[in-house]
């Protein structure tokens, strides 16, 4: 021990250790462990390093962890450590990281409520865990469901499921889940839904039982115990309930936060319901009873809607409106009591006011008086032995007397409702064994514990009891077996805790003793208590402040109980006058049935009230009886002690499952874990118990193959032994030194608790060794491969370096001395290059600079010349501007001086002049101015006489001048008027020139103008052209682009297009495949129904022992999927050769006229309303293609396709309509034969020449169409090459030749008008395109008009008898050729003429013809008579060839010669009529397919059937053939009846049934069948019937042969799949088997009997071997495969959701390698493409999920586009699941489930999780021509077949 110890406590080991808050806390250790240390060095999961002190007396060590792999087991019984915190630790992985709320603790389900809707109670998963081992599945209520009824059916003794918990746990919604369960999987024995009723007890008992409390919305407020009844074959039959301990205080009391209980809140929510108005209901808050808690609404919950939920089910149980109505008026009656108010009279006595409103309510509604009632809620009577009297009541009492009443009328009515539940539940049917569900309170404790919580844990300390005891039997039970030394456990027995409550003068005998004392109290019961049990008993203990209060130690815990109330809750007395009061109700019967006797009780359905009453606890004693028998009425606490007594009984009688239900949080948050409120649950309810028990001895036990399996690797190969029991024991003894830590069983090995652990790290740590040597070897391996690999790559690379370095230096050399040469050479080139360039720029340079510097030196001299020349000038300007200037200023000067000189003269001659000498001066001067004046004047005489003679000379020549002048002067004075004249004209010149110089301006400005214009035109035109030629390059560019759009989106469009019709051609083969499914689901109900009434039918043969003969059916037993010429032929005793009928007679043969005229009329109404679902269906899927039409027309134009999908709807109308007349040909064939004679008659071959000449002209029609067709797709494309005409180029190339801009403008006006006219061109042409697509339209409208005629005529003439349809084909033909004329006429008169002469004469031979046709008719009339009185003579002989039922007597038949060779064989079979019964007794009913049917050829029944069906055909037998045809149908429906279980036998059948259906339609004349045929063949065709009806009736059946065949196989592969796909380890040694618990699993080592994947394959090739030999088409057997591998993938994988173990690494791995070896078999067989890989495919993606990385971001988004065909409920669930088998592995992250589930959110799928294991593909059978020739088929003598004979 010390060494496993020092082993286990080491370094990095893992220990718990107590905490305060999380009950127990992980650490890990620092330090290794030593025997005398004192503390143990602890470091927490947060880092904190603490010192971890030992207890020094003890040296107990902290619980150690279980190792990793462990964690989050389905069994807690499989954890090696099992101790507290390890069960604890496991349920919070479980339900917080995984999301799993079931987990087993041996033979113990842990439920925790999730507080939140799980999708994990459906069908499906019903479906999944029916049929399961328990231990096979993962922990869920289902599983114990299952167990139980397995166990019922397998043991036959009866089980028991006991569901406990406290308040809040679900311990209601899991016994509802399994209620749910048992209706699901048994249903029920008769046609009463005994299971809908059973459920539908839930609702009432929810409404009446069930309140809201703090812990809990829906709180059962009272334990039941159902009993569901099962009969003989384990079906449900009734159900009986129990209950026990109704809290009635809650009908009057109810503290904060919490509700009375529901169905008042109920009636309230529905106060204004017409029939609730009598009630006077208001709403809760205004009652009494209804307010205290102040909660009167629970959030999410409809009130009104759950009434109406109670009262359906109240229906459903048969509790009728009335009685309904009059339990609502009681409980409103409650309501309206509680609101009573009761005043102070005085102190001893208190009064109802007058009228008081609520209790007058309360007297109506309970039909009594209110005089009564109020005397009684105020007074008591008291009775003493000599005198009665009355005794008023104080206020306080008189209202806990209003309550007392309000609580037993409660009582009373759920006392009622219960056992009228019972009554509806109780069947006729004997009880075979039932199954018990019994959902009780849990342990409860709180603040102020009373008498209920008292009852309550007393009641869980005797199921605890009870559950010690059943787990300890287990215990010895399994020691026994294995024959290990039994030493008994010590466990718990808490025996003494119930002998002081139940035992003599135990708690209960006092407090029923002091009940009886008159002056009874609580205080002197708690003395009594006291007195009695604190000294004797250690388990009663009195609290240290109180005296009225105990505490007991129960199981769970200590409970302190307060004694007040206890006697009065006790007696539970109530007022008896009051009662009285209520039993006089003359107006309310239900209220006197409410508290009269059970067995005087009456119920609502009317029934009898059976016997065997159950006793309960809400039963009250019975106010009614005699006052004498008071003493001896039961108080509370003795009737919960018989009932609880009689619980046990019955649990002790069965075989009992528990269920323990665990509250995770106060909170009610979802997936909330408060680990000190589980471990107070799991301490109450046991399950610690049941680990102690297990610890206590040998807890771990594997098998040997098990042990020997996962610790291989702990042996040596020399311990290995044949014998696996002795290499266990072996190894064990070298492992564990210790030899009490294990013990051998005989087929098990026991161990120790911890044992497991030490021997997983004994393994873990080896192969880590191991691993680690490995690692070391491999990377010393890869370094040394790596290091040669690299060695070898240097050297290489060496020396290729060097040669390509020699390679380079000699290369160099030879390139240096080159480029020397070339350099010398190539300088002197450059050097003279150089200075012949320097030379040529040195005298370019010089001869340009000489002529710059002359041209410099002129201009210099230019210059200075040209400036001489202006200095001159302007020299000499200034000279005399100076000169002017100086010459003025002189002037001026001496006119300034010379002014101011006279000035001084003038003045100083004044002064002289005033003076003598002055005058003197002036005579002096004055004498001499005379005399030089007088020389003057001589001198001017003598000047004068000069002057004068000159004068005189002047005037003669004056004179002369003057007259010259005188003329000149006339002349003169004309040239001035003229001169006027001319001056005139100058003015108005002037102006005129003065305006023709303002209009030259204006000219000249416009002119300007212009030229800006012209220039800016010109530079706008250049502009513009360039423009142009951008636009031009642009336009050409967007052409391009758009060509290569209108490519594209035409590619696209077709794309589209293409998309769209394979998107509605994958909706339609959706919508075909659903409608195929879904009528072949009826034919699969239907057959189900047929073989329930065979089977109905036999019981009741077999129930009355007298034989009847076979029957006809009639028209509600005739099968549906049969045609109108099939009838049954009950061969019941076809193996005695007896033949039972009737005497056919003339009016059979009415009466079947009248049923086949009435089935054709019905099929062509079927017919009608097909062909209008099709045209429906076609007019959508035109409308559809008609929208992207529309889209497509916008970019290329869609009228092409319109025309083209016109004329694929003409073609298929055409081709309609050709398929019709061939049926009418057919038809005319047979009703010619029946009604005309032979085919060649008169009027069948003008019929027949009308219908080829509308055929024709439909042809002439169709080639018309197509012409039209033809000339509209030349003239778009023309119209489409107009518009697509390159002009902008040709504009731009010639504006680019326009200089001038009158041209430019020119150019522009004519561009307009050549656009305006091309548009006005494209405008007519579009009118005329527009209507001829108008006129085409109008003409396939005329065409389609003229097929819906033709199609409607034939319609009518196929209902018609075959001697009116030729005269009406006849009329029509008239009518037409009328209306042709009509239109000719209209149209072309002459023509008209023409074509009335030729319509005229075939009128008349028309005719003729009808003429002679009804002479023909009158003939066949006749001779019809003749043959009918032929048949009556023949009546009186039928008696000896009396035929089968069924069948039909031959009618008379005119014969057909058909000239054929006797030595050729024609392909028929010939047989008489009395022969039929032995040819399809031979072929069918007795032939064994593993005996004769070996070695014929495949499909050889079916070419018989169908040759002898040939020769009925041939000789016109219509009798004949439908009796070969429907004893063919019966006779393979009754062998596959009987022999249906048997593969072989099925997939014979539907091999040949399938052949005979191909060979129908391969000889059925119809060209789409026949064009595989080859000319002989084609001779072979059916000529007289058309047998499409039975086509489709022999369809049917193969239809139901295929899905039994499927049915058939499935049940054979069935028990493989799991097995084999999952549990088998096909790649031995990948994955260990982990550690299980009590459950234990299959194991997944290969036993004898134990199927694996080879097994699947052999089986698969057993079936594909049989099929294919039998014939069976290779397109059936694809679909047969496919729908094989659809099951084995949806049930391996509906397991792999469902199994915990199974999802982890190395099962990933298991599970592709078996789909890989699927796909294998599949190619080997040549079946890769029939769609059976993909059925694989969630399988494949959920087993890469299992191996995939799963850690971050990137994982993620993987996961995500990888496993598209799983859905987001099963990645989640997967991922959930998934379990370590290794250390090695790691768990998947809750972080990265979120990051799954956060990126799936927008995924639209089914929320379903598991896949529907029983969906079938629709099947088809597509038409397999056979290349055997008829002729040539041989029938074997082993077929005993002699009698036919080859035609």
Known sequence: MNRELEYMFVQSARVWIPDAEEVWKSAELTKDYKNDDASLQLMLEDGTTIDHKLDPKTKNLPYLRNPDILVGENDLTALSYLHEPAVLHNLKVRFIDSKLIYTYCGIVLVAINPYETLPIYGTDIINAYSGQNMGDMDPHIFAVAEEAYKQMARDERNQSIIVSGESGAGKTVSAKYAMRYFATVSGSASEANVEEKVLASNPIMEAIGNAKTTRNDNSSRFGKYIEIGFDNRYRIIGANMRTYLLEKSRVVFQADEERNYHIFYQLCASANQPEFKNLRLSTANDFLYTRQGRSPVIEGVDDAKELRTTRHAFTLLGINESYQIGLFQVLAAILHLGNVEIKDRDSDSSLIAPKNRHLTAFCELVGVTYQDMSQWLCHRKLKTATETYIKPLPRLQATNARDALSKHIYAKLFNWIVEHVNKALVTNVKQHSFIGVLDIYGFETFEINSFEQFCINYANEKLQQQFNMHVFKLEQEEYMKEQIPWTLIDFYDNQPCINLIEAKMGILDLLDEECKMPKGSDDSWAQKLYNTHLKTCSLFEKPRMSNRAFIIQHFADKVEYQCEGFLEKNKDTVNEEQIHVLKASKKFDLL????????????????????????????????????????????????????????????????????????????????????????????????????????????????????????????????????????????????????????????????????????????????????????KTIRCWLARKKYLRQRSAAITIQRFTRGYQARCLAKFMRRTQAATVIQKYQRMCVERKRYRQKQAAALAMQTILRAYMARQKYQALLREHKAVIIQKHVRGWLARCWYKRCLEAIVYLQCCIRRMRAKRELKKLKIEARSVEHFKKLNKGMENKIMQLQRKIDEQNKDNRVVNERLVSLESSYASESERMRGELGRLRGVEEDAKNKTNQVSSLLEELEKLRKELSVTQQEKKTIEDWAQKYRDEMEKMVSELKDQNGLLKKEKDDLNRMIQEQSQQMTEKMTRAIAQETQQLETDLNEERSRYQNLLTEHLRLEEKYDDLKEELAHSTNVSKPGHRRTDSTHSSNESEYTYNSEYAELEDGSRVGEDVTRGMDTSLTLKLQKRVTELEQEKQSLRNELENREEQFQRARARDDAQFRKARGAELEYESLKRQELESENKKLRHDLAEMRQSLLGGAAAGAGAPGSPAYKVLLDQLNASCEELEVRKEEVLILRSQLVSQKEALHHKETMTEPSVFAQDVNKLKDADELKQAYVGLKDTNRLLEQQLQAQRRTYDSEVESLRGELQNVKEENNRQQQLLAQNLQLPPEARIEASLQHEITRLTNENLELMADDPTASREARVIILRRMVDLMEQLEKQDRTIRKLKKQLKVYSKRIGEMGAGQAEGQTSPGQMVEEPIHPVNIPRREKDFQGMLEYKKEDEMKLVKNLILELKPRGVAVNLIPGLPAYILFMCLRHADYVNDDQKVRTLLTSTINSIKKILKKRGDDFETVSFWLANTCRFLHCLKQYSGDEGFMKHNTSRQNEHCLSNFDLAEYRQVISDLAIQIYQQLVKCMENILQPMIVSGMLEHETIQGVSGVKPTGLRKRTSSIADEGTYTLDSILRQLSAFHSTMCQHGTDPELIKQVVKQLFYIIGAVTLNNLLLRKDMCSWSKGMQIRYNVSQLEEWLRDKGLMNCGAKETLEPLIQAAQLLQVKKKNEEDAEAICSMCHALTTAQIVKVLNLYTPVNEFEERVSVAFIRTIQTRLRDRSESPQLLMDTKMIYPVTFPFSPSSLALETIQIPTSLNLSFLTRV
């Open 592 to 775: 006197v049935e409410l508290f009269q006797d059970e067995e005087k009780a009456t119920t609502p359905t009317g029934q009898v009230p059976g016997t065997g009453g159950r006793t309960r606890l809400s039963i009250k004693p019975d106010k009614g009886r005699d006052t004498s028998s008071k003493e001896h009425k039961k108080t509370v606490g003795c009737q919960f002690r018989n009932s609880l007594q009689m619980l046990m009984e019955t649990l002790n009688a069965t075989t009992p499952h528990y269920v323990r239900c665990i509250k995770p949080n106060d909170f009610k948050l979802a997936f909330s874990f408060d680990p000190k409120r589980a471990v107070q649950q799991l301490r109450a309810c046991g399950v610690l118990e049941t680990i102690r028990i297990s610890a206590a001895g040998f807890p771990s036990r594997w098998t040997y193959q098990e042990f020997f399996s996962r610790y291989r690797v702990l042996m040596k190969q020399k311990d290995v032994l044949p014998d696996k029991k002795l290499t266990c024991k072996n190894v064990l003894e070298k492992l564990v030194q210790d030899q009490d830590k294990y013990q051998f069983g005989k087929t098990k090995i026991f161990f120790r608790a911890g044992q497991v652990a030490y021997l997983e790290k004994l393994r873990a740590d080896k192969l880590r060794a191991a691993c680690i040597r490995i690692q």
